[in-house]
């Protein structure tokens, strides 16, 4: 318990020196908190060892906003001025280098083509692929044994004339012809060619008198007929069709083959 005392000479109150060790001890402890509490917070840094970390200050009034939005813009204000200046600046074009004159090289005339080896290779007309007829083997390019084309046939496959392998017999196709035949009576037949020189799926292209029967009489008879497959590019094309023309003379059947290309 405090006890005051009060000196008759004095007048008014007037601490004990007690008091006063024990306000100043308060005062103390109280600024050692404060200043405990702002070196936690980063207020205080280290004195004199150069490592201080410098503090920042933060504007947060309208003229700090203002500053700092104008020092945002200004980079991109000068990215766009150097963006102008590169376009308008125009770009010179690369010029190629004078051509070196080679020794001994061969003046061409003006208009003249000039082409290498490889380019000389490509354009062997030799060594081109021939383009296929509408049947599927390819275009005959004048081969010497070719067989000659007959124009088409059936479904517009392409005919070739036909030759004979073995020709047929009057004991083979008489049976089959009618009895009365005159000069200039003629049939025609368009077969597929196939294999040991034999035809099949034979059809009648035509015949002279009309209705007189000998173009169904060639065509019944021609399981007998041997001939050769046409050639192309001197191959033999088996499956190709061929056409046969018979011409006939009074009392006897001789077969002709037609040429015609």
């Given at each position: 318990?405090?006890?005051?005392?009060?000196?008759?000479?004095?007048?008014?109150?007037?601490?004990?020196?007690?008091?006063?060790?024990?306000?100043?001890?308060?005062a103390l402890v109280a600024s050692?908190?404060?200043?405990?509490?702002?070196?936690?917070?980063?207020?205080?840094?280290?004195?004199?060892?150069?490592?201080?970390?410098?503090?920042?200050?933060?504007?947060?009034?309208?003229?700090?906003?203002?500053?700092?939005?104008?020092?945002?813009?200004?980079?991109?204000?000068?990215?766009?001025?150097?963006?102008?200046?590169?376009?308008?600046?125009?770009?010179?074009?690369?010029?190629?280098?004078?051509?070196?004159?080679?020794?001994?090289?061969?003046?061409?005339?003006?208009?003249?083509?000039?082409?290498?080896?490889?380019e000389y290779r490509a354009g062997?007309?030799?060594?081109?692929?021939?383009?296929?007829?509408?049947?599927?083997?390819?275009?005959?390019?004048?081969?010497?044994?070719?067989?000659?084309?007959?124009?088409?046939?059936?479904?517009?496959?392409?005919?070739?004339a036909a030759q004979w392998y073995?020709?047929?017999?009057?004991?083979?196709?008489?049976?089959?012809?009618?009895?009365?035949?005159?000069?200039?009576?003629?049939?025609?037949?368009?077969?597929?060619?196939?294999?040991?020189?034999?035809?099949?799926?034979?059809?009648?292209?035509?015949?002279?008198?009309?209705?007189?029967?000998?173009?169904?009489?060639?065509?019944?008879?021609?399981?007998?007929?041997?001939?050769?497959?046409?050639?192309?590019?001197?191959?033999?094309?088996?499956?190709?069709?061929?056409?046969?023309?018979?011409?006939?003379?009074?009392?006897?059947?001789?077969?002709?083959?037609?040429?015609?290309?």
């Amino acid at each position: 318990m405090a006890l005051w005392r009060i000196d008759p000479a004095i007048k008014g109150y007037q601490a004990s020196p007690r008091e006063r060790a024990g306000s100043f001890v308060f005062a103390l402890v109280a600024s050692a908190l404060v200043f405990l509490i702002m070196w936690k917070m980063g207020a205080v840094t280290g004195f004199g060892d150069g490592r201080s970390e410098r503090l920042t200050a933060i504007d947060l009034t309208d003229a700090g906003q203002d500053e700092k939005q104008a020092a945002e813009k200004q980079p991109e204000k000068q990215q766009a001025k150097q963006a102008q200046e590169a376009a308008a600046t125009p770009v010179q074009p690369a010029t190629a280098p004078p051509p070196v004159p080679i020794p001994g090289k061969v003046e061409w005339p003006e208009g003249f083509i000039e082409l290498s080896r490889n380019e000389y290779r490509a354009g062997d007309i030799s060594k081109m692929k021939r383009q296929k007829s509408a049947s599927g083997t390819p275009a005959s390019g004048g081969s010497p044994g070719d067989s000659a084309s007959a124009g088409q046939g059936p479904g517009g496959v392409r005919l070739y004339a036909a030759q004979w392998y073995r020709e047929p017999t009057d004991a083979e196709i008489g049976p089959y012809l009618p009895a009365r035949r005159t000069q200039g009576d003629w049939a025609m037949i368009a077969c597929k060619t196939i294999e040991k020189y034999h035809v099949e799926d034979c059809q009648e292209l035509g015949e002279s008198p009309s209705g007189s029967g000998l173009a169904r009489a060639i065509r019944q008879a021609s399981w007998q007929f041997l001939v050769r497959p046409p050639r192309v590019n001197g191959k033999p094309q088996v499956g190709e069709w061929v056409r046969i023309r018979f011409d006939f003379r009074p009392k006897k059947a001789e077969s002709s083959v037609s040429e015609e290309g």
